[in-house]
């Protein structure tokens, strides 16, 4: 499992660059990172294909990005069935921005 705090939570949001979607052309995901493997070496153990991959590590998680055109070339859909895919909750861009206005949201007691 994985629990983040709002300032978590706004730090990574902040990271995620403003262009980044998961539309019909792009597919933008972030990587929760369970504690045991939160750490920037934590991608030597990924497939990333620099040429069609964009991914930066942001502490506690990894943002990733494709091209939609490009989604079975990344290295992305390596991870699905690896021992890291056991380690990492995965969502999209979309998703992460939304669970953090209805944090925000909370924090203010609305």
Same mark, same amino acid.
Request: aromatic content about 8%.
């Given at each position: ?27 933008? $995901? ?5 504690? &045991?493997?939160?750490?920037? +070496? *934590?991608?030597?153990?990924? %497939?990333? !294909?620099?040429?069609? $991959? ?5 502490? &506690?998680?990894?943002?990733? +990005? *494709?091209?939609?055109?490009? %989604?079975? !070339? ?37």
């Amino acid at each position: 499992m994985v629990v983040r705090s709002i300032e978590d939570i706004r730090k990574i949001i902040n990271a995620i660059p403003d262009e980044w979607k998961n539309d019909k052309e792009m597919k933008s $995901d972030v990587l929760f990172l369970w504690d &045991g493997i939160d750490d920037e +070496s *934590v991608l030597e153990n990924f %497939v990333i !294909k620099p040429d069609i $991959d964009t991914v930066k590590y942001v502490p &506690g998680t990894i943002l990733w +990005s *494709v091209d939609k055109k490009n %989604v079975t !070339k990344s290295g992305m859909s390596k991870i699905v069935g690896s021992k890291l895919y056991k380690q990492v909750t995965i969502g999209n861009v979309n998703t992460a921005r939304k669970i953090y206005i209805l944090m925000q949201e909370v924090h203010r007691g609305k």
